[in-house]
């Protein structure tokens, strides 16, 4: 231990100085772990070369703002780094394939992507919808309840980062099974029911006393999310797009506003770029932060009256790495140095040293960046709304990060250097799965496998945990997350955000862990399909797409060759459908003892439906009406819900041909326009049989299929038409009125396949003529209730 | 008094979240519309220059101590006198939600003693526990002191959502017989959760969805000028809110909601 290498300032109390220029390659790497920057030998190196440069030994200040800056969370080494994968140099997953196909796509309507803390897309009458979605799994790890609470604050803060009023709110998790084996448990890792119910009330906790309606989301259930669990919020935004200033120079007031700085949420980011370990929770509960919706209200309202008054030239979220990353990003966008005096920073409590108040994590602070002659009123809008606010510092034309505590000045970092971020080299394989096609007997009860399907913990209904989110908050919630009299599940939600307007928003989410463990290529296809079919089944059209990657530790080559095969699908059928990506995160390093997660590509659509009027939902309408599939069927059960029944996982992934799909959505969203659908229903787990029975006791109006209509080559069994998870499918309701038009609307891409009945029941015929299911539909809403009813 | 010179003030602080939707639901009626933030109220503004006040919906103060507790005493401390005013003047209030938990805390609701003693009436977790974001089916169970419902046929059948985790109307369980007969007596009890057929919900859960003591879901003071009802009219105010709108094919432009808002706005201008 070389003590030593650490020295008192003279000047500051609480800052040290790190003999850095004398420090061999071993000592090197004992800072970076004594001071928990997490950086490798590398970028130590570098970090040394730069202080010999400037003739002097750094300050743990600086260190401190180096690493936040450097760090995964921030910076996304990964998504920006050099790949090698397959004998090729891929120069940045994001530039070569996620904003590459947007670029392409160029859309009109894309206001603002990727560039700030939300993408932006036009809406209606001068206003734009913002849109963001984050995971905040480590936290949630640790501390379920605060972690997903504060992943509402936290994703709440990137649309008021964009000076939008958030108008709604999503949450996706995902966990290990609710029945696993207690015994089973690694040391350290929380059960998946305790994290069940606290993610769920911590997420209901936020956004019901933040007044934001959680509308729409997904709950998965996967062995491999039992040590890593998923914990991911989205926010969507109005804005007058005419308010959206961002315009910030020298000498403007770096403005911090919010609650007060403390201990809490040190190193949240290093923390999250890291694997999590049975120590996790002694190590990293600093880095859960203590949640204050009300704070957070006050603020909101604040922000919403300094946008209209227009006071302020920049406005950006105190999320990962603290005022480091806020003040930093916020002088580097505007191409300023900053001066910052820490002591003026409003603290929870006295003792904390500077380098802590410069990156604590501490929630419900925003930054802001407010020209001179507008510092008085801004300050006096915040003192109005009872929020407290500071000016902390100044931008400045030279181009250097100044940090002062007491006068005294504990940091002075040239802003190329701090943001001259070297590009990684990382080495990416992928190896075929180790999983063979099951060899299964067809089930001589298919009546019985729906009724366990419908039971199944990722096809169950959620509506008990939907109701504990206030998803009718703001009274604009056209659509809602269950439907009909006995709430059948919505494909997506529908809302009206203008009083002025019939213009809606629709917005669907698509997830597909499990066949993530046969084929990312496909699983993250499947994903996008998924979100878009939810979309366009509720009549939204001109979708935009945001992703989240949840993945294991991308140091390990295998890990970082499936994510490069879900981007090259992100390229791929983004393209085709014409969906550019506005916004997205990566939370890589979802790994523990326990393994790590299986590769997850979170899918947000956000789609305009032109008058709200016309939306669909779910449920049968009325009897006597007929039934069509949209789609092919194919025997793809690899990853499927009826697979994991029978204890398998499969090699038969649903695949995709997106260019057929497209000219599907097409027509379907016409006959929408024409109002010639009744009711439309997404086939996704556990396929036709579940979809079908979904729509029937949503309602309680019956339904017969024939099997033998699905146009089919190769499908010889009913229970593979039944429960094959092809992708592109919905069921859509059409009145006997209607046929010939709608047949004709349709091409070829629709199949009549049964009617609705006045008989309470779900009657399948198969392809031998036998009546194959035959059950009363609150039998089979009574399995897809039970579930989770009270788990 | 003319319905567009009817001045409504939306009451806000800190944590108030459903002021927007209440403002856009009288706007809609015609009337002049302010919300205000209390430290406005306290600043420069007198109560007696409006015709009804509104304590909308959200979570005040973060709902600690009790909900609309805080809420409540800060009104009382910074506002009291002009409140007491106005209430004396028999002005109405309605309180929604949250705005209903704080005109208990206040004491003006049920308003039977004064705000030193102990309160008889209160609103309290939700069985089960939890917080609930549903529809509901409610009966007019007024017959003719609440000026919220008095046009209403007695017996109508509203549907509106709640979303609340405390809204179990509890008596002193001492004199609970004797507190519901004074209820009843003095035509206070508004809103009672029932099926959707009208029939009572007798305390079957979610049909009662929270509880409540008598399946009540709004009382007024015995004036009938102050109602506060746990469910969210402003939510039930255009037919698009609804939950079934889609099952229809024949909508009427407004929901249930709007017979509340009206029916206070037609008394406003009879009377004032």
Same mark, same amino acid.
């Given at each position: 231990m070389s003590s030593n290498l650490y020295m008192q300032s003279a000047k500051v109390d609480n800052v040290l100085e790190v003999a850095l220029a004398r420090a061999t390659p071993v000592e090197l790497v004992e800072i970076s772990n004594k001071l928990a920057l997490g950086l490798s030998l590398d970028e130590m190196k570098t970090v040394q070369a730069y202080f010999k440069s400037e003739n002097r030994n750094p300050s743990d200040v600086e260190l401190q703002t180096i690493s936040q800056t450097w760090s995964e969370h921030c910076c996304h080494k990964t998504f920006k780094g050099n790949i090698l994968f397959d004998g090729k140099e891929i120069n940045s997953l994001f530039k070569t394939y996620i904003a590459k196909v947007t670029k392409e796509i160029n859309?009109?309507?894309?206001? #603002?992507?990727?560039?700030? #803390?939300a993408g932006i897309v036009k809406f209606d009458k001068g206003f734009g919808i913002a849109a963001k979605v984050e995971t905040h799994n480590h936290p949630s790890a640790v501390d379920p309840f605060g972690g997903a609470a504060n992943g509402i604050g936290g994703v709440v803060r990137d649309i008021l980062g964009v000076w939008a009023d958030p108008i709604a709110c999503t949450g996706v998790s995902c966990f290990g099974p609710l029945n696993f084996d207690y015994n089973k448990l690694f040391l350290g890792v929380k059960h998946p029911r305790y994290l069940y119910r606290n993610i769920a009330a911590g997420l209901s906790f936020y956004s019901n006393n933040l007044g934001v309606p959680i509308v729409n989301g997904a709950t998965c259930f996967d062995e491999s999310y039992t040590g890593n669990v998923v914990a991911c919020c989205g926010c969507f935004g109005l804005l007058p797009?005419?308010?959206?200033l961002k315009n910030a120079k020298a000498g403007d007031y770096i403005v911090m506003a919010g609650g007060k700085t403390g201990r809490d949420g040190i190193h949240g980011v290093t923390f999250a770029s890291a694997e999590l370990t049975k120590k996790s929770e002694e190590t990293s509960n600093p880095a859960v932060q203590t949640s204050d919706p009300i704070a957070e209200e006050k603020l909101k309202r604040a922000i919403i009256i300094i946008r209209d008054l227009q006071l302020a030239s920049a406005i950006t979220d105190l999320g990962g790495g603290g005022l480091s990353s806020a003040v930093g990003e916020t002088a580097e966008r505007y191409h300023c140095g900053a001066t910052v005096e820490l002591s003026k920073v409003p603290v929870k409590y006295s003792g904390l040293a500077p380098w802590e108040i410069y990156i604590s994590e501490s929630q419900e602070r925003q930054l802001f960046a407010v020209p001179p002659e507008h510092l008085d009123a801004a300050l006096a809008v915040f003192k109005q709304e009872e929020v407290e606010a500071t000016a902390i510092g100044q931008l400045t034309s030279e181009r250097r990060l100044k940090i002062k505590y007491q006068t005294v000045t504990v940091a002075d970092v040239d802003m190329t250097f701090l943001f001259n971020i070297i590009a990684s080299t990382k080495q990416a394989t992928l190896s075929p799965p180790m999983l063979t096609e099951p060899e299964l007997a067809e089930p001589a009860d298919l009546t019985n496998t729906l009724i366990q399907l419908l039971g199944m913990p990722n096809i169950a209904s959620k509506e008990s945990v939907a109701q504990t989110y206030d998803y009718e908050v703001k009274g604009n919630t056209v659509l809602k997350p269950f439907q009909g009299k006995y709430a059948g599940p919505n494909d997506a939600a529908v809302l009206k955000p203008l009083h002025n307007s019939w213009k809606g928003l629709a917005i669907s989410c698509g997830i597909n862990p499990n066949y993530g463990k046969i084929d990312p290529y496909w699983m993250a296809a499947s994903s996008i399909d998924e979100a878009i079919r939810n979309n366009i089944a509720v009549g939204g059209r001109r979708i935009a797409l945001l992703d989240n990657f949840i993945w294991g530790n991308p140091e390990k080559p295998e890990r970082l060759g499936s994510l490069v095969r879900a981007c090259q699908a992100c390229y791929d059928i983004a393209k085709a459908y014409r969906t550019p990506f506005i916004s997205g995160k990566d939370s890589l390093y979802n790994e523990s003892p326990m393994g790590p997660v299986t590769p997850t590509l979170i899918i947000t659509a956000l789609g305009i439906v032109p008058d709200i009027r016309s939306t669909i939902s779910m449920n049968l309408k009325t009897p006597e009406n007929l039934l069509y599939l949209l789609g092919n069927t194919y025997p793809e059960l690899g990853g499927s819900e009826y697979y994991k029944l029978n204890g398998h996982i499969g090699l038969s992934v649903p695949k995709l041909q997106p260019h057929r799909a497209r000219k599907n959505y097409y027509n379907l969203t016409k006959a929408i326009g024409y109002g010639m659908v009744k009711s439309c229903h997404d086939l996704s787990d556990g396929g036709l049989a579940v979809a079908a029975a979904e729509m029937a006791f949503a309602s309680n109006i019956g339904l017969t299929l024939d099997l033998k209509a699905i146009p089919n080559k190769t499908i010889t069994r009913n229970d593979f038409l039944l429960f094959s998870e092809s992708n592109s499918r919905l069921l859509i309701e059409v009145s006997p009125k209607d046929r010939s038009d709608f047949e004709a609307l349709m091409k070829n891409g629709c199949t009549l396949i049964g009617e609705t009945t006045k008989t309470e029941k779900l009657q399948i015929h198969g392809l031998h003529n036998n009546i194959i299911i035959d059950a009363p539909l609150t039998k089979l809403r009574d399995a897809w209730k039970k579930t989770l009813a009270e788990a | 008094m003319k319905t567009k010179d009817i001045k409504v003030c939306i009451i806000r602080a800190a944590g108030t979240s459903c002021d927007a939707e209440t403002a856009r639901a009288f706007q809609e009626l015609g009337v002049q519309t302010e919300i205000k933030h209390i430290n406005e109220l306290v600043t420069n503004s007198n109560l007696l220059n409006y015709n009804l006040l509104v304590l909308p919906g959200g979570c005040t103060f973060g709902d600690h101590v009790r909900p609309g507790a805080v809420f409540a005493k800060y009104l009382n401390k910074k506002l009291g006198k002009q409140i007491t005013q106005y209430t004396d003047e028999n002005r109405p209030i309605l309180g929604i939600s949250n705005g209903f938990q704080t005109l208990i805390e206040y004491g003006l609701l049920p308003g039977f003693n004064d705000n030193n003693q102990q309160p008889e009436i209160t609103l309290t977790t939700n069985i089960p526990n939890g917080f609930k974001c549903q529809w509901v089916y409610l009966k007019n169970e007024n017959k003719g002191n609440c000026s919220f419902t008095n046009q209403l046929p007695k017996d109508k059948i509203l549907k509106m959502p709640i979303a609340h985790s405390e809204g179990r109307l509890l008596l002193h369980a001492e004199k609970e017989k004797q507190l519901l007969q004074k209820l009843a007596d003095n035509d206070m009890i508004v809103l009672r959760y029932c099926n959707r057929d009208g029939t009572p919900a007798n305390q079957t859960y979610p049909i009662n969805p929270n509880g409540t003591y008598h399946d009540i879901a709004g009382i007024c003071n015995k004036e009938g000028t102050i109602l506060g009802l746990m469910p969210h009219p402003e939510r039930a105010m255009h037919w698009w809110q609804e939950p079934d709108w889609t099952d229809k094919t024949h909508t009427t432009p407004y929901s249930d909601g709007k017979l509340i808002f009206e029916n206070i706005i037609n008394n406003i201008t009879t009377k004032q």
């Open positions: 859309a009109p309507w894309c206001f #603002n992507v990727f560039e700030d #803390n797009l005419d308010k959206y | -």
